[in-house]
């Protein structure tokens, strides 16, 4: 890390959005995906597109996501993914960053401050 762009985001609290629904079987974690509005009714005819998508989380992902309270930073999940995972983790901070971001990209995550 070292770097103070990096070191300030490592001090947020990532906080799952509520208007997604989830669920978990065998310890995986599926997220699902509403699709709605009037592009995604007329996709849904045209090309026989799914109402409900599913998004599959990965192990770590799986393990990461139920922290997401709000009210732990991504420090303090970072702590308890190394203790779970060791160097099967690794590169931690940079993966959970840019892991992140991809989350808060899609509006699956939102931070507190």
Do not use: C
């Amino acid at each position: 890390m070292g770097n103070k762009q990096t070191d300030n985001y490592l001090e947020l609290k990532p906080k799952r959005n509520e208007k997604f629904a989830w669920s978990t079987d065998n310890e995986q974690v599926t997220l699902e995906i509403e699709n709605k509005g009037v592009w995604n009714r007329l996709f849904q005819k045209l090309l026989k597109k799914p109402r409900i998508s599913y998004i599959h989380l990965d192990e770590i992902g799986s393990f990461v996501w139920p922290l997401l309270d709000g009210e732990k930073t991504i420090t303090e999940i970072g702590k308890a993914v190394e203790n779970r995972f060791g160097d099967k983790a690794n590169p931690l901070y940079e993966r959970l960053v840019k892991y992140f971001k991809i989350l808060e990209s899609y509006h699956f995550i939102y931070f507190n401050k």
